[in-house]
């Protein structure tokens, strides 16, 4: 057994995203978002489900921030429904939507929790994607408006921001393999709605620091580390693909000013290239406060041009460990790698982990209990990676775990439980897991010995 220890101002916390928690689809004047859409679609998300009523967090602000103040956690990231405050996406406010915002925040302030705000998880306002969504480069300068009111409305009161969460998400998943609204699958789309998010990026980012508005701003982008099959140049390479397809493509503009030539190379042989206009690598690259970092799982990657390696000709294998119930396999080694990589290219940074977390479907017990002990080996293992990593001298400043409570968990609708807290979606009664209790002990020590 061994003592792991962070450091004393370690910011500690849990993560949730506001089509996956708040529900209240359709009040308050809130508009259509592109997950409303899609979730509204035959056929999309597992069971039909959607994320009409979710957690109803919208109407248990008081709930959810106790459960967070019992929980001992120094940060709460959130993020913000763009269609909540800006039903059209641009122009007329939604003041009822800016009300519930300023309601979660003064609540989190209040009990000493610091706010830790995504402005971007996936859900667009509908009326944007009817104009082309962020296909279009139109998105650009309404992104960069909806982040002006946001720090406008709460200069002082939110310190930590977050333009987008998992940008290849946003691009790739959503408008090449289509598992994602707006469920599109067209290559081409997908690069170029990576580059209008990055240049929106660059455009949030201007504003803040033009506005003055006190405090950090970064991105987090989704990185799945790979490990090579074999020791060799191609496999090792195919490695490289997988890692620069979802994290170098936005950090090498945002901290180089241009794309990694290898990828840039590797979609020019297939016919396709950014649509880059001149100016936009210059908005992209304005300096950044930290990397948010989302760690789940890594691959273990060979070379194949056959179809089993896809578009990258990089082909997934087994690593051969134990999975969770999503079917993701458990490499905490991956964790480290990948915050060793980070560093080491773009010269040791602030970073946080902006999700790490497990799913299991562990169900209630008599008593009432959830004995979850699988997401507590889950996050100890990934916690020993951590402390290891600010052990060797990279700048890890906290760890938002994934998730503060079971959610609607996107295509797999209600079916896959990230949550320490469970919640029954028929009473949306909400009751603390083991994990949560364990979770809570490590952060009010900021050491745990496993
Ligand atoms: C490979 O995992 C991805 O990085 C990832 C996993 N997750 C995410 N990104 C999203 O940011 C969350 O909204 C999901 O709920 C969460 C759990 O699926």
Redesign the pocket.
């Given at each position: 057994m061994s003592i792991h220890k962070f450091p004393q101002d370690f910011k500690w916390g849990v993560?949730t995203?506001s089509y996956?928690i708040e529900g209240a689809y359709n009040e308050d004047g809130r508009g259509m978002s592109i997950w409303d859409t899609f979730a509204h679609t035959p056929g999309k998300v597992k069971n039909g489900d959607n994320g009409n009523v979710a957690c109803d967090s919208y109407h248990r602000v008081e709930e959810d921030v106790q459960l967070l103040k019992d929980l001992g956690v120094k940060v709460y990231r959130f993020s913000v429904s763009w269609p909540r405050v800006l039903p059209s996406g641009r122009g007329e406010v939604n003041q009822a939507g800016l009300d519930y915002y300023h309601r979660l925040v003064d609540a989190l302030v209040a009990n000493g929790i610091e706010p830790f705000c995504t402005l971007y998880?996936?859900d667009l306002p509908q009326a944007l994607q009817d104009e082309g969504g962020w296909g279009s480069r139109g998105t650009i300068d309404a992104f960069a408006e909806y982040a002006e009111l946001m720090f406008n409305e709460f200069k002082g009161k939110i310190k930590h921001w977050i333009t987008f969460?998992?940008p290849w998400?946003m691009a790739f998943l959503s408008n090449y393999l289509g598992v994602h609204a707006p469920g599109n699958k067209d290559l081409q789309l997908a690069i170029d709605v990576s580059h209008h998010l990055l240049v929106a990026h660059g455009k949030a980012v201007k504003r803040f620091r033009e506005l003055g508005i006190p405090g950090e701003i970064g991105i987090?982008p989704?990185?799945?580390w790979a490990v090579p099959y074999r020791n060799t140049e191609e496999d090792i390479e195919a490695c490289l693909r997988i890692y620069g397809w979802s994290g170098d493509w936005y950090l090498d503009p945002i901290y180089f000013g241009e794309y990694p030539k290898f990828m840039l190379e590797w979609y020019e042989k297939l016919g396709y290239k950014p649509p880059v206009v001149a100016g936009d690598m210059d908005i992209i690259r304005q300096p950044i406060d930290f990397i948010g970092i989302?760690?789940?799982?890594s691959s273990m990657n060979r070379y194949n041009p056959g179809e089993a390696g896809g578009m990258l000709s990089s082909e997934a294998v087994s690593l051969g460990v134990a999975k969770t119930d999503?079917g993701?396999e458990i490499y905490a080694e991956g964790l480290y790698q990948l915050l060793r990589y980070t560093a080491d290219k773009y010269g040791n940074p602030n970073l946080y982990i902006t999700?790490n977390?497990a799913?299991y479907n562990d169900g209630l017990e008599q008593g009432g209990r959830i004995h979850d002990q699988r997401r507590i080996d889950y996050l100890a293992m990934h916690l020993i990676q951590a402390s290891r990593a600010i052990e060797d001298g990279i700048n890890l400043k906290g760890y938002m775990e994934?998730?503060l409570m079971d959610?609607f968990?996107?295509a797999?609708g209600y079916g896959?439980r990230?949550g320490l807290v469970h919640v029954d979606y028929d009473t949306l009664v909400r009751t603390k897991k083991d994990s949560y209790y364990w979770y809570k002990g490590v952060i009010s020590r900021n050491w745990f010995e496993r």
């Open positions: 993560a995203a996956q998880h996936w969460n998992e998400c987090a989704n990185t799945a989302n760690y789940y799982t999503i993701w999700e977390g799913c994934w998730s959610n968990e996107w797999e896959m990230f």
